[in-house]
């Protein structure tokens, strides 16, 4: 909840942009502005870049303050969203803060008072606001309207309307500064397409603001979050935002209810990929400790420092405090989603596939990196791709159970290497590889009369090995697979008797991830045993 607030104290007035959601942060701003009193007593206006409750949500709490006799400036759509309490528009739906109903005194760049232009003059309690309304052609059809706002001698304001992030978004200009509120975060996963984000104007916006930035005297930008940056800095990000600018295309409305359903999906994935980054760390550790065993230390040390278990650890621990915190109602569902982007965006360098595929098998090592870009092209606001295509499923289930019955590793290779790189390399595939199979009987019974299943291969082959390791990983020791045809869907069976339930802690995980397969889950159990059926469209 908190954003960058900016004070310009005029000879005529004092402008406070953005006021900030945290309470600790009111109440310094009106220390600031109770000083600038005592110097000269002057109107004060609070400017809101936008209307997005984390740049003002302590307006609505503030009580007898200094703020309370300020006028309120805001651009003429968020104008209207607070007074009519738009929970959406003004996201306080999705950040969880009280909307309460509040005045304000002037409407920025008003539809038309931008179609007129020209001299126009407010009246508020004690003073008179004098401003002037401008639009300039900078590119054809592009224009570009800004509103000047005297602060006394030669001091202005010039406020432009620069929508994208919302349809209210302006950004205000003091002498050589340029406050630009959330224009450089606009594109950035769990922002992109909340309520009012537009794709067409971002575009426009952030072509107005490179031309602001070539054509008028602009030494630094200052956003609504992070640090000032310099001029040069602000044109090529904005430039690099404008490039990558055509792949924001249909994005998901980011919702209470995308927050909602995301969170819990970014639980399930979380949980998953500490499961496999053990898998993964304890067998490097392995590696190592054999490595070492046969007084290879230089590989052993190197194999060793591939993952470093206390990083997961420390970062697996941070989203379990973050959603611990949401179940108990200290932490909103947006907050979870964000924690894990930033989770998934560490996991994806610590699962860099060239470094580690050099001591793992990379099926394993394809599964993470798959579930990690799943994520990411959701919270970015995508659906995951789903590459649909026909399959034989006898085919498909007799290749998955051949990979786990596969042998990566060859006895000869290590023998015969002709060079210490070839050795240990061979030396390592063959230290990792776990026979899964070795003591478990797995039979695939397929119906030859099968047809074609509708599926995306590679996603249903990683949720086919992930439930067979399942049940090997409960204590099955006979397995049984078949194949049938149930009416219009193809039937994949999995049967076996376990000490425990395999599914039932990642029933939610394999749901979606069969769905996306184009597959679904029902998982029961009975005196045989567990059973998980996967159905698939079939091929009419």
Same mark, same amino acid.
């Given at each position: #909840?908190? @954003?960058?607030?900016?004070?310009? @104290? ?29 110097? #000269? ?6 400017? $809101?870049?936008?209307?997005? *409750? ?11 303050? =200094? ?34 109903? =509040? ?39 592009? *224009? ?32 050589? $500064? ?9 594109? %950035? ?36 979050? /992070? ?13 690099? #935002?404008? %490039? ?62 591939? #993952? ?27 907050? $979870? ?39 990411? *092209? ?28 596969? %042998? ?5 290779? =290590?023998?015969?290497?002709? @060079? ?18 070795? %003591? ?26 992930? =439930? ?18 149930? /009416? ?53």
């Amino acid at each position: #909840m908190s @954003s960058n607030t900016y004070i310009i @104290s005029g000879q005529e007035q004092i402008a406070i942009v953005d006021p900030g959601g945290v309470e600790e942060q009111i109440g310094h701003i009106e220390m600031v502005v109770a000083d600038l009193q005592d110097e #000269m007593r002057r109107p004060v206006t609070v400017y $809101l870049t936008h209307v997005h *409750m984390d740049h003002w949500a302590q307006l609505v709490t503030k009580t007898h303050g =200094i703020l309370d006799d300020a006028a309120l400036a805001v651009q003429d759509s968020g104008a209207q969203a607070i007074e009519n309490q738009d929970s959406a528009f003004t996201l306080s739906n999705l950040l969880g803060r009280p909307l309460a109903k =509040i005045p304000v005194q002037v409407r920025l760049l008003s539809p038309s008072e931008v179609a007129q232009g020209g001299e126009f003059q407010t009246n508020l309690d004690g003073w008179t606001c004098n401003y002037a309304v401008r639009s300039v052609e900078i590119a054809p059809g592009l *224009m570009l309207h800004s509103q000047t706002i005297p602060l006394g001698k030669d001091d202005h304001l010039e406020i432009f309307h620069t929508p994208g992030h919302s349809p209210d978004s302006i950004c205000i200009k003091a002498g050589s $500064l340029l406050m630009v509120g959330d224009l450089f975060f606009a594109p %950035n996963p769990g922002i992109a397409g909340a309520c009012g984000w537009n794709h067409g104007d971002l575009v426009e916006s952030i072509q107005k603001v490179i031309w602001m930035l070539e054509n008028r005297k602009i030494d630094m930008c200052c956003s609504g979050h /992070g640090r000032p940056i310099d001029a040069w800095t602000a044109r090529k990000t904005l430039e690099a #935002m404008l %490039n990558d600018s055509a792949a924001l295309r249909n994005l998901e409305s980011i919702t209470p209810e995308w927050a909602k359903r995301t969170a819990a999906y970014a639980t399930d994935l979380m949980t998953e990929m500490e499961r496999i980054s053990n898998i993964i760390a304890w067998r490097l550790a392995y590696i190592a400790h054999v490595l070492g065993e046969l007084e290879e230390e230089s590989e052993a040390e190197l194999t060793e420092s591939l #993952m470093d278990p206390r990083q997961l650890d420390a970062l697996f621990n941070d989203f379990r405090f973050c959603s611990q915190a949401l179940r108990e109602g200290r932490k909103l569902d947006i907050e $979870l989603v964000h924690k894990a982007g930033q989770s998934v965006g560490r996991l994806e360098k610590l699962f860099e596939m060239k470094r580690l595929a050099t001591a793992m098998d990379r099926s394993i090592l394809e599964r993470a990196v798959r579930l990690i870009n799943d994520y990411s *092209m959701t919270y970015r606001g995508f659906r995951p791709p789903y590459y649909v295509s026909y399959e034989d499923i006898n085919g498909v289930v007799l290749e998955a159970v051949g990979r786990l019955r596969q %042998n990566p590793y060859d006895d000869d290779a =290590i023998i015969m290497a002709e @060079s210490d790189e070839e050795y240990i390399a061979a030396l390592k595939t063959r230290i990792a590889h776990i026979d899964l199979l070795e %003591n478990v009987r797995l039979e695939v019974v397929t119906d030859p009369k099968t047809p074609f299943a509708r599926m995306d291969k590679e996603r249903f082959t990683d949720a086919l090995l992930d =439930i067979f390791e399942r049940f090997i990983g409960s204590g099955a020791k006979e397995i049984e697979v078949t194949t049938s045809l149930d /009416g219009d869907w193809v039937l994949v069976a999995i049967k076996g008797h376990c000490t425990s339930d395999p599914i039932s802690r990642s029933q939610r995980f394999f749901e979606r991830s069969l769905a996306l397969s184009g597959g679904l889950l029902q998982v029961s159990e009975s005196d045989d045993g567990y059973l998980v059926e996967i159905e698939l469209s079939a091929l009419g």
